[in-house]
């Protein structure tokens, strides 16, 4: 049974407010939804657009738009490199590929162990650290090679929260 509590649904209701149109309130609702089941099954999606009173083919529209939404069950933790430009130069597929190697993913990057699941990303927006990927719609990690990635593996798999990286500015005199 899909259903929301009071408090998510109240805070469905903020984000509701502060538009003129609720349309507008769809992306962060899909958001509450994942965040919440893991991924957006027809059930989530009809539970979210029941709860913002419009219809189900705009939010089955915005969600099949945006790959950040996931439309499958998968794994808790997805890493997503950037072989793009940059970073494809700078160690992007390489590390693309111990990763498939070390979590031994299958053929849709799904680990052997079931936690992990692994794609390519396009320019992330942080070619002066490349290669970088970012964890599960969230935190970057930069800067990759094979040891960063172990940790943090490891650190994923202890359930330790990756923190904010201090990236140290190299280009501070520029304007
Ligand atoms: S090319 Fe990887 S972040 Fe831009």
Redesign the pocket.
């Known amino acids: 049974m899909y259903t929301f509590t009071d408090a998510e649904i109240q805070e469905i209701q903020k984000h509701v407010a502060k538009y003129p149109d609720r349309n507008s309130a769809i992306m962060p609702a899909l958001w509450i939804a994942q965040e919440k089941f893991g991924w957006l099954s027809a059930e989530a999606m009809k539970l979210v657009a029941d709860t913002l009173d419009v219809a189900y083919a705009r939010v089955y529209g915005v969600a099949t738009f945006y790959t950040m939404y996931f439309k499958k069950e998968v794994p808790k933790h997805l890493f997503e490199v ?1 072989t ?5 130069e700078c160690g ?1 597929k390489e590390t693309m590929k111990f990763l498939r190697e070390y979590l031994e993913t299958d053929e849709k990057g799904f680990s052997k162990d079931g936690l992990f699941w692994v794609r390519e990303a396009e ?5 002066d650290t ?3 990927a970012q964890i599960t719609n969230s935190r970057y990690v930069h800067n990759l090679n094979e040891s960063k990635v172990r940790l943090t593996i490891d650190k994923l798999r202890s359930g330790v929260e990756l923190e904010y990286e201090q990236i140290p500015l190299t280009n501070q005199n520029a304007i």
Not at 84 to 88: D, E, R
């Open positions: 950037c793009c430009f940059t970073c494809g992007g320019c992330l927006g942080a070619c490349a290669p970088v």
